[in-house]
């Protein structure tokens, strides 16, 4: 808007939301799901559960999207495509671990 820069709808999406996920990850209401994904963990009260799942939802959409439109801009390779997968993954649990995040309880 006019000279004010502004991160990309799915961008902008993210940076709002993420106070909230940081949130939820720190109190374990949000774990990590493998793939560098969250879910909202099953031992987590109805209520805590319901307020979640449309959060988590919408941010596991949003990183499937992005991770989709670089490995398209990239035009990457089998190879190259899974290796940016596997580090992508690594570095959101790396980054959801620093909010507190941990795996589910089985």
């Not at 988590?56 to 959409?61: G, L, P, R, S």
Request: neutral net charge; without cysteine.
């Amino acid at each position: 808007v006019g000279d004010q820069w502004r991160a990309p709808t799915r961008l902008h999406a993210r940076l709002t939301r993420w106070p909230v996920l940081r949130a939820l990850l720190g109190r374990g209401i949000v774990v990590l799901a493998g793939d560098g994904l969250i879910a909202v963990d099953p031992q987590a009260s109805a209520g805590d559960r319901a307020l979640a799942q449309e959060l988590v939802d919408a941010e596991n959409d949003d990183r499937r999207v992005l991770e989709t439109t670089v490995l398209s801009i990239a035009d990457a390779g089998p190879q190259a495509t899974r290796r940016l997968r596997a580090e992508l993954a690594l570095a959101r649990d790396e980054l959801a671990g620093e909010a507190g995040a941990r795996r589910p309880q089985r």
